[in-house]
């Protein structure tokens, strides 16, 4: 399998170092949980996280908690703290104090589909579907289904540097089709798509919904059906 | 272990697409060395004395010529990203790609080297070994510049930083390629001394794996 050996990068991530600094408020204003979900069904807890970059603190005291099936859109300005959230829940990032807590186990697959597409300029669209699919342990037929589904197969040959920016990130949409995993945490994911690859990113979402799958994704403008909406801008606060 | 493995023919390709790639360094190999006799002097004893060491020094910084781009171009375009999140393990991707490379431009380093062998008036009877010392040498060249790489993946114009951090852990595989062709080229024994070169570079290929993944997974955060 494609995701065999090695220390999981995430099993790190998640606990809080001993000796942390900050002590989050220990008061929850409710604008702070977005709600909470029946218990049974809970896909993951967010406990009183707090993430920094440098000195100034982006976000402290964030608890949700989500359940399978559910999608939460991250709102807030520009270096609100979204894709830093995002980073931490991926693994990617460390995040300054609290605890997430996956339902399935610390080290459940996720798919993270950040700004930059991870497209190479001097491969065919092709050639990277299909090394994503082998990535995935999985044949050259599951990657030519997914460029159909994203609408590329008719751009297979054309190199990485030819494709324009939306081929581009349909391009990237084609790693979430290629392994199903539970949660899905996605950067702008509609950024530089037009109206049609917007609503594909929707029938994605809520395809990956309807089978018990969790998104988070931040999101400027119109958001996902029945998502809930999280607004990170209350939470930030800079440290004189 | 798929995604190694598709991590690994995927690097063998991308190696040689991209404006010449390998070529590059094998071009400055030749070159380098080509400019011995121009410094030290044409004539055979002189050049017998310095021509293998100048061989291997060359070799050694001919290795870090592929290394900036080695972990740079997947920081900067999200691959690692992609990568760090998969659930494949970061020292079997740091260790493919290290490999790939090694393949793709270590090898043709190691084919041209009985030329610049004979060119610095090294016995031209055993260019068989020369080209056997200098497929080890340069993959713990390799091994152990990918380290320098995977720290300076995140530094704009990380070259030199990557030789500063390499050179200096160039040491041992200096002091054992160059006693092996030294003592080949007198008639000696160099047995020995191929064998510390093989121990180095199995040392560093232990070495590299773990040390660049911590370094990518810091250069990510």
Redesign the interface.
């Given at each position: 399998?494609?995701?065999?050996?090695?220390?999981?990068?995430?099993r790190r991530s998640y606990r809080t170092p001993s000796g942390d600094a900050i002590k989050p408020p220990m008061t929850n204003k409710p604008v702070k949980d977005v709600g909470s979900a029946s218990v049974s069904s809970v896909a993951l807890t967010v406990d009183n996280l707090a993430a920094a970059r440098g000195l100034r603190v982006l976000f402290e005291g964030l608890n949700f908690r989500l359940s399978k099936g559910e999608a939460l859109e991250l709102r807030g300005p520009n270096g609100s703290g979204k894709s830093t959230l995002l980073r931490i829940l991926?693994?990617?990032?460390?995040q300054h104090a609290g605890t997430v807590i996956f339902a399935d186990g610390e080290?459940v697959?996720?798919?993270?589909l950040?700004?930059?597409?991870?497209?190479?300029?001097?491969?065919t669209a092709g050639?990277q579907a299909r090394?994503w699919a082998?990535?995935?342990?999985r044949n050259d037929a599951a990657a030519l289904e997914a460029l159909e589904r994203v609408g590329l197969s008719k751009r297979m040959d054309v190199p990485g540097r030819g494709l324009s920016a939306g081929q581009k990130r349909r391009l990237a949409l084609t790693?979430l089709l290629l392994d199903p995993r539970p949660i899905w945490l996605l950067d702008e994911p509609t950024a530089a798509l037009d109206m049609e690859g917007r609503k594909l990113v929707g029938s994605l979402v809520d395809e990956h919904r309807a089978t018990g799958g969790v998104v988070i994704a931040a999101i400027h403008g119109e958001g996902f059906t029945g998502a809930r909406s999280l607004d990170l801008t209350q939470l930030a606060r800079a440290i004189a | 272990?798929?995604?190694?493995?598709?991590?690994f023919s995927?690097e063998l390709?991308?190696a040689w697409?991209?404006g010449g790639g390998p070529a590059l360094p094998v071009g400055f190999f030749a070159a380098a060395s080509s400019l011995t006799p121009f410094a030290v002097s044409p004539d055979a004893q002189t050049l017998g004395i310095a021509g293998p060491g100048v061989t291997w020094i060359a070799l050694a910084l001919a290795s870090l010529l592929p290394m900036e781009r080695l972990f740079q171009a997947d920081l900067?375009?999200?691959?690692l990203?992609?990568y760090?999140?998969?659930?494949?393990?970061?020292?079997?991707t740091a260790a493919a790609k290290t490999l790939a490379h090694w393949i793709a431009t270590g090898i043709p380093l190691a084919v041209i080297a009985p030329l610049i062998w004979i060119m610095l008036l090294g016995p031209p009877e055993i260019s068989w070994l020369v080209v056997a010392v200098s497929a080890l040498g340069s993959a713990g060249f390799f091994f152990i510049g990918s380290i320098g790489a995977a720290l300076a993946a995140g530094v704009r114009r990380g070259g030199l930083l990557i030789a500063l951090v390499a050179l200096p852990l160039y040491t041992p595989l200096m002091i054992f390629g160059a006693s092996t062709l030294n003592l080949a080229a007198e008639g000696g024994e160099w047995g020995p001394p191929l064998m510390l070169t093989a121990a180095a570079t199995l040392f560093s290929a232990v070495i590299s794996p773990i040390a660049s993944?911590m370094a990518l997974?810091a250069a990510?955060?």
């Open positions: 399998m494609g995701r065999a050996g090695g220390p999981p990068l995430w991926a693994g990617l990032t460390h080290d697959l996720r798919h993270y950040g700004h930059s597409d991870a497209v190479k300029p001097t491969e050639e090394f082998r990535y995935f342990g790693r | 272990m798929s995604g190694v493995v598709s991590v995927r390709r991308l697409s991209g900067e375009d999200g691959t990203d992609a760090a999140g998969s659930g494949v393990s970061m020292e079997g993944a997974r990510i955060d």
